[in-house]
């Protein structure tokens, strides 16, 4: 079991190795270029809708969860801060690459299991042509950048269901909203989402596409590979999350100091 | 480009001792098979007995654990994904399921090595995957996917892709398994065709007696990861093998009998 594991990690760390190499070869080869555009369209323009239906509803529990509270001691006006904050440093980013794990991760993870067991990318290898340039940096690559993209669209639509839900629901001033919100969500906090956002994206193209290229064979191995991948770019998002707010956090205080929400 | 000159007499192709095991199963134990320019080998053998992957590992796909390769007087088994690049170019592969890429049309996947390794212009990528497709009979299907054409047509666009570089040797794997006897024969007519008109050295891997006995210049029968028998094909209608007897005559053995009346 335990050298399995190690097995497995170690042709994982090998298969990023060969996918970083390709990745970085590929932007400066334009016959790579045309692979990228169509993977620019299935995970990113695709998957606009989802995610910005998902940071929306994001933002709206937020806000229901805590008016109550803040109510009670008086300081509803200060609900932006918690909200915004929230949705732009922790949940848009995490949600929005679980979703994407979900919605891409899947889709990867069975259209290249399905090309490993109907033998296409020993097809490809067969005619020369290596199947991580060929199929993998693309589809990664396309991971890693509009993962940070799709999240500012869940940012940007969480902000509006809290909004909604604060403003229009509860009727809470817009103006003293928005100002706790100016004060409390800082560009350093916008960033920090963006930046997991970018690991969170590179860990689920990796997962899915490895997750893929080795299942094993017949529609099972497609299934049960596509079900290990989504588990494991779950877990392992919300793990990098733990780590990279740790860091990110200590950064902060090491930079702007402590500041309070309250 | 291609150098398949007649006279030269030194073997294309060469496995030295290799052996090959997926965890408990040896797959390959031990062989030594030596492919001559501008000959057609069958090799036939039970399911398992390792037929494809013995293809695979000549054409790189699969890396012996022990034994040697070579290719044209170069050693190819310890040979990178990147040097072997020019070595695959030299090579087409015909999967046993086509493996077509059902992402791309039909002229997108015969064009595929062209658009890939030739730099020629689209142009010109048209016109030579307009060649090969009248080649293997199938003039004017470029536009349709490879979902939209039957099983013996994928085979014979895959056929088309596999010699769309003009490749001096072309591996078989089982071409006319799952093939009504009649399409069946015309892959058959097709590889006797590529031998003929392009002098392509081919492997073909088979259970088909017929079509081994049709294609095959040389038979080379596997049984449990070793050569059990290398003739021309009239020494296997006549041999006294029962391993070999059994096989060509396709009889079931006392054992398999007995076990189905066990049961």
Known sequence: MLRRTIDILGDFFVFTGQTFYWMTRGVTHRKNWRLLTPQLYEVGYKSLPVIMITGAFVGMVIAVQAVEQFRAIGMEERMGSIVNLSVVRELGPVLAGIMLAGRIGGALTAELGTMNVTEQIDALRSMGVNPIRYLVAPRVLACFFLTPALTLFADFTGAMGGWFVSVILEGIAPGPYWDYTQQAVTTFDLYSGIIKSFFFGAALGLISCYSGFYCKPGAEGVGRACTAAFVTSFIVILALDFMLAQVLQDIQTAFFGFQSLL | ?263
């Open chain 2, 1 to 263: 480009m291609r150098v398949a000159k007649k006279t030269d007499n030194r073997p294309l192709i060469e496995l030295r001792n290799v052996s090959k095991r997926f965890g408990a199963l040896q797959v390959l134990d031990g062989v030594d098979l030596s492919l001559r320019r501008g000959e057609t080998t069958v090799v036939i053998g039970e399911s398992g007995t390792g037929k494809s992957v013995l293809l695979k590992h000549i054409i790189g796909l699969l890396r012996p654990d022990s034994g040697e390769i070579w290719f044209d007087g170069q050693r190819i088994d310890t040979l990178n994904e990147q040097s072997l690049v020019p070595i695959r170019r030299r090579m087409g592969f015909l999967f046993q399921m086509a493996a077509l890429f059902d992402s791309m049309t039909v002229g997108e996947n015969v064009g595929f090595p062209l658009t890939e390794h030739s730099g020629l212009k689209p142009a010109q990528i048209d016109e030579i995957v307009a060649e090969k497709m009248k080649m293997v009979g199938l003039t004017g299907l470029q536009d349709r996917t490879p979902g939209q054409i039957s099983g013996g047509q994928k085979k014979r666009v895959a056929l088309a892709r596999a010699i769309a570089l003009d490749p001096e040797v072309v591996f078989y794997d089982e071409p006319t398994t799952g093939l009504d006897p009649v399409r069946a024969d015309v892959i058959n007519e097709m590889i006797l065709k590529l031998k003929r008109e392009l002098q392509v050295t081919g492997i073909v891997v088979t259970h088909d007696m017929v079509s081994a006995f049709k294609v095959g210049d040389r038979i080379v029968m596997l049984n449990k990861g070793r050569i059990i028998a290398d003739a021309v094909p009239d020494w296997f209608r006549t041999c006294d093998d029962p391993r070999v007897r059994r096989f060509v005559d396709g009889r079931a053995d006392k054992e398999d009998l007995r076990a189905l009346e066990v049961g």
